[in-house]
């Protein structure tokens, strides 16, 4: 009986062994695939979809990049370009420096060569993204991907989108009563533009927002016929919201727009 039980502990002392090593080989793997797939750097705050006029001077999105690591990283910046873009516009982008204008459709490519240092779960608000329409309408979405500078594989990128043809102008200006765009960009998470056209003899007009509850948060006194009047929506809680054109105390127009952060 001594030797039976002998060998069926020695059986199971080689079990537990192996089962072991299982368990820590695979333990082992998934660190090393949780460090390997690990992004160290976080973007936030930008807007991905900026609106604009095509007679505009510059179109202007920035973002807050975050080290969520445990170490100190050099950042440096490269762009692409994903989609074709109108002939003559133009882009650059700020990052420790602002990198000279080019024209987007020879191919411009900014050198990612100066980098900004972060410390570790220390945020900077440091970058810009420009494009310049130059009359031109279109679309032209870039990628930016922020990396570090001694480990190019620990990247992270976004997408942004600069739209000088979707803003709804040609209905407001050309309407023979009084009428408002919609808002852009749509969602909005800094602030937002709304075209407006005014029927002549008009004394007093007013673009009034209102919140789902039907609380007017905001009043924009007109004073122009026409034109694109802007507005500030940091303060205003995340939210679907309606904006009303009053005009001489009768409300003419009333759109919605939403509200993110």
């Known amino acids: 009986m001594s030797v039976l039980f002998t060998l069926q502990s020695q059986i199971f002392q080689h079990l537990n062994r ?26 936030t705050d930008y807007e991905s979809h900026v609106v604009g006029l095509a007679s505009d001077a510059i179109l202007q999105t920035h973002g807050t990049v975050t080290n969520t690591s445990s170490v100190a990283m050099d950042v440096l910046v490269k762009f692409s370009l994903i989609s074709s873009v109108p002939a003559g516009a133009g882009h650059y982008f700020c990052w420790a420096v602002c990198y000279a204008e080019g024209a987007v459709y020879d191919g411009f490519q900014a050198p990612a060569n100066h980098s900004i240092n972060i410390e570790p779960g220390a945020s900077v608000t440091n970058f810009y993204a420009d494009y310049i329409p130059h009359n031109s309408v279109g679309v032209a979405t870039f990628e930016y991907c922020f990396f570090d500078e001694n480990n190019t594989s620990d990247e ?14 040609e209905d407001v200006f050309s309407a023979e ?3 408002i765009s919609e808002s852009y960009p749509n969602p909005a998470t800094s602030n937002v ?26 009043t924009m006194a007109l004073n122009q016929n026409s034109g694109t009047a802007n507005m500030d929506v940091v303060s205003l809680p995340a939210g679907m919201y309606f904006y009303t054109l009053n005009v001489d ?6 759109r919605k727009m939403l509200v993110t952060k």
Request: aromatic letters at 6%; charged letters at 15%; proline letters at 0%.
């Open 18 to 43: 192996m089962i072991f090593r299982t368990l820590l080989a695979i333990s082992l793997a998934l660190i090393m695939t949780m460090n390997l797939s690990a992004q160290s750097l976080s973007v």
């Open 177 to 179: 009563g009084s009428g």
């Open 193 to 218: 533009r709304i075209n407006y056209s005014l029927k002549q003899g008009w004394e007093k007009a007013n673009i009034e927002v209102y919140s789902m509850l039907g609380s007017r948060v905001r």
């Open 249 to 254: 105390g009768k409300n003419i127009s009333t």
């Open 156 to 169: 992270t990128c976004i997408q942004i989108t600069f739209d000088t043809q979707n803003v709804g102008i």
